[in-house]
Every structure is written in C-alpha cells, then in structure tokens.
C-alpha cells in the first residue's frame, strides 16, 4: 500500500489529464485489492463503496480544489 500513498500524495503534481494515465493509475491503485483474500472477486469500485472510500480521480478533484481555495486564502 505503500506506492499507492505516494501516488495520491504526488497527485497535485503529476495530474493524467488523457484517460489513458487516469486509466494506468487507477490499474496500479487496483493492485493491492487483487491480493488481499476476500477481496480478490469483487471490484475496485464494489470495496471503495463498502468501505466508504474515494477513488483516485474523486482524491484529485478534492485536492485540486483544496489547493485552489488555500491559494485564494493566502495560505
């Protein structure tokens, strides 16, 4: 889980504005699901609904906003 913090930290950074990144991001994001046992037949999206949880692109927009509203602030 560790790539997976250091992915969303670097998401004001490096933000995949093709599909095609969105796409590879969220595929290495999925990763950890596969392996642990329970989890390995239910999608991505069923755990982040069971669990309550944002995906990667939903993590972005809340950061990107969030970034814009402390540049406003002055802060």
Not at 24 to 46: D, F, I, Y
Request: include cysteine.
């Amino acid at each position: 889980m560790r790539e997976v913090v250091g992915i969303e930290y670097c998401g004001q950074f490096w933000a995949p504005q093709f599909r095609k990144g969105v796409e590879g991001l969220e595929q290495v994001h999925r990763m950890p699901a596969k392996t642990v046992k329970g989890l390995e037949h239910k999608s991505c999206e069923e755990w982040l609904r069971e669990h309550r949880e944002l995906s990667l692109e939903e993590k972005r927009l809340r950061q990107d906003l969030s970034a814009l509203y402390n540049s406003l602030k002055g802060g």
